[in-house]
């Protein structure tokens, strides 16, 4: 395992791979302005201020006849830069070669090449970011939506760490309390009520439990919603898909069977990313291929969060029954089936709902009404849409906002889209459930302590408070180099 060192001046390709109009070679460390000076021909990097921008010419000191190329050196004095270091940001042209042979010569004047994440790494070290935030700085490179990009950034400013930050605190006082009372134990002093304390723990353990609870939903807006597109073949599920991509990206035919296997494609909609997958036709058939197509639909109606279930007018009693208990037995926990009855323009009256349809619902609704939780979470009514003509495709991609659970509340930046923080939380939300049992038992304040120290130990992770080498090693291999 590479040991860093950080002592050591690094450099790193910052923009992206490949050739560009320019291209961003960071340099940080104790001797970044100095190793850049070495190569630097222009104004002395070591006399000018510090956030300025400076033109000049990179040369080898070795050959400085033959000018490698010329650029922008802008300078950033410690303390105050993103790693806390001294750091230069040499821009040059984008061509590959000059960046290689730029990195070459910073490395042969003085410099290392920066290991995944570094940079971060060494922002987090110098006390610029905690762990929280340090893990953010990736979600905001990759974010590839608005939502996405929102919960990133409201964690790159400090947004969730004040949260994590603030029960800690809370956890603290009632955790000094009972040392307190441990130290005096001989004198059997309670400095605080148990009631009052089984109280204060209750609500921080409902507040934590929310808090891991938005995980499932966080994640989903980060990587983007899955949502599967199922029916009968010849539902028109190709054709929504390429509606909703505006694109023709999947193949459209009336012969039944044309989809064997899963076509997924990406689009954002009301800045939420949603990843569509396309499914084979569910229907009894010989075919070998196309069953395997049949059963990759079931697992991509398990996986996601969201189920278009797509209908036609024509379709039979017997055949909606059979398809509706068959979503139903491979739909997550918690996933919603939304029902879309397709080919509105072949209706009669567009406000038509064949009687099949109409009983599904009249069923969730009796369960409803009995008191009864149906197994399955159906919209109030079918969304009547046109895949061909596009009619309602706009109230099709309302209700898909709508169940994506993304509202414009600061609360919904509040988010947890990390699985480590996600685990810590459910860790502490446990240990402190432990607590609160044993406060109603009258336990032991040592045993109650010690429970308390576990869910203080928990969130303290979250924010890097308590960190292991191993566990920095982890995080920071999955960063790009230049960050």
Not at 19 to 40: E, N
Request: hydrophobic share 40%; net charge negative.
């Amino acid at each position: 395992m590479y040991q860093y060192n950080d002592s050591d001046t690094i450099c790193a390709i910052s923009t992206a791979p490949g050739c560009g109009g320019i291209a961003v070679i960071r340099v940080s460390g104790p001797d970044a302005i100095s190793i850049v000076d070495k190569i630097w021909r222009g104004k002395p990097l070591s006399s000018v201020g510090t956030h300025t921008a400076h033109l000049g010419t990179i040369t080898d000191p070795e050959n400085p006849t033959e000018p490698l190329d010329s650029g922008v050196a802008t300078v950033f004095r410690a303390p105050g830069t993103f790693t806390g270091e001294d750091v230069v940001e040499i821009s040059v042209h984008g061509s590959v070669w000059i960046q290689r042979e730029l990195i070459n010569l910073l490395i042969r004047t003085g410099c290392r090449l920066a290991q995944p994440g570094e940079y971060t790494r060494r922002a987090f070290a110098n006390g610029k970011l905690d762990l929280a935030q340090a893990e953010a700085v990736a979600d905001v490179i990759a974010a590839s939506s608005r939502s996405a990009h929102r919960l990133a950034a409201s964690q790159m400013r400090g947004d969730f760490s004040k949260r994590i930050g603030t029960l800690r605190e809370k956890l603290i006082e009632i955790a000094s309390l009972l040392e307190l009372e441990l130290d005096f134990s001989e004198e059997d002093v309670e400095f605080a009520s148990r009631i009052h304390l089984a109280e204060l723990v209750k609500n921080l353990h409902t507040e934590i439990s929310r808090l891991a609870a938005t995980f499932s939903t966080g994640s989903a807006l980060k990587d983007g919603i899955p949502v599967a597109i199922v029916g009968e073949p010849n539902a028109g599920k190709s054709t929504l898909l390429n509606a909703l991509l505006n694109e023709s990206r999947a193949i459209v035919s009336d012969i039944p069977g044309t989809t064997r296997d899963t076509v997924e494609d990406t689009i954002e909609i009301d800045g939420v990313m949603y990843r569509f997958i396309d499914t084979a036709g569910l229907r009894e058939t010989s075919d070998h291929v196309e069953n395997l197509g049949i059963g990759r639909s079931f697992e991509a109606i398990a996986r996601a969060r969201i189920v278009i279930w797509l209908v036609t007018p024509d379709i039979s009693q017997e055949k909606l029954a059979e398809l509706h208990t068959e979503i139903k037995k491979h739909l997550a926990e918690g996933a919603t089936l939304l029902t879309v009855l397709n080919k509105t323009d072949l209706l009669a009256s567009p406000t038509d709902l064949p009687h099949p349809l109409q009983s599904i619902f009249n069923d969730n609704h009796q369960a409803e009404s009995q008191g009864h939780i149906p197994s399955t979470k159906l919209t109030e009514k079918p969304i009547q849409i046109s895949a061909s003509t596009g009619h309602n495709i706009d109230r099709l991609t309302q209700a898909l906002h709508t169940l994506s659970g993304v509202n414009d509340s600061a609360e919904a930046d509040l988010m947890v889209t990390n699985a480590r923080h996600y685990e810590a939380l459910t860790h502490a939300a446990e240990s402190l459930a432990r607590v609160l049992d044993g406060l109603q038992a009258n336990l032991s304040g040592d045993f109650i302590a010690q429970d308390l120290r576990e869910t203080i130990h928990h969130l303290s992770a979250i924010t890097g408070t308590i960190t292991t080498t191993d566990l920095l090693t982890s995080i920071f291999q999955n960063f790009c180099i230049g960050k």
